[in-house]
């Protein structure tokens, strides 16, 4: 009958309505509204019996209203970003409820710290529509270091088909603050390299960068709003000359 949450995530930033950055906690979510979300999402959990690891989704408005969207009923990718801050393996407290122990953690024992930014890695062409790509890696070299988390699903020689998500692989950074985070997630994306098919690596150094992800201001219309192709093409030369 235990039921806690582990604060929120912000998973703004999306293309096809598909997550591409998330970030925890969410420069949009005052404590006053953080309360009253997790709140209802314990709410929900209770209401259907619910057992195991959920997340329930909101959307907030510019005025700071927000709204039911959705449960998930299941365990998030961007799971690691919660476990970064809180110190939750999430993994193993779902397999640990599964097999039917009980919940281990009161809310008392959550205590996030810091914050914590994951990036997906796309086999994907950015500058076509963020077009899927297809092809056999001939190098993977993600980066490591301290403050650093790589969940991959795919090494040097993978074949990358048409039958899947083009999703290959999580970067997660975290650090005491989120300018600190911005920074060391950054640098690793500088240092991450991919060869043999085309990746979203470039859009996401462009992302990280950019002045309006820094100053937090994420929205649902962020790409739409922000992103040109020629952006991408233009850091190239920059970068070449």
Request: hydrophobic letters at 40%; a negative charge.
């Amino acid at each position: 009958g235990a039921c806690i949450h582990l604060g929120e995530r912000e998973c703004s930033i999306q293309r096809r309505h598909q997550k591409v950055l998330e970030e925890t906690p969410s420069t949009a979510v005052s404590a006053a509204v953080r309360a009253e979300i997790c709140a209802a999402a314990v709410r929900a959990a209770q209401a259907v019996g619910y057992v195991n690891a959920g997340t329930v989704e909101f959307m907030l408005d510019a005025d700071g209203r927000w709204y039911f969207l959705e449960m998930n009923t299941r365990l998030q990718v961007e799971h690691p970003i919660t476990e970064a801050i809180t110190g939750v393996d999430l993994v193993r407290e779902q397999l640990c409820v599964a097999a039917g122990a009980p919940l281990r953690l009161s809310q008392g024992d959550v205590d996030p710290r810091g914050h914590a930014i994951e990036v997906r890695v796309y086999a994907e062409d950015a500058e076509r529509s963020f077009l899927p790509s297809v092809g056999r890696i001939t190098v993977f070299e993600p980066p490591s270091g301290p403050g650093l988390r790589n969940d991959a699903g795919v090494e040097a020689g993978s074949d990358v088909t048409v039958d899947y998500d083009p999703m290959l692989a999580k970067l997660i950074a975290f650090d005491r603050t989120r300018d600190a985070c911005i920074e060391r997630l950054s640098a690793a994306l500088g240092d991450y390299v991919i060869g043999g098919v085309t990746t979203n690596l470039p859009f996401l150094r462009w992302l990280v960068g950019h002045e309006a992800f820094r100053a937090g201001e994420t929205t649902t219309a962020f790409i739409g709003e922000h992103f040109a192709p020629h952006a991408l093409r233009a850091g190239r030369r920059r970068a070449d000359g």
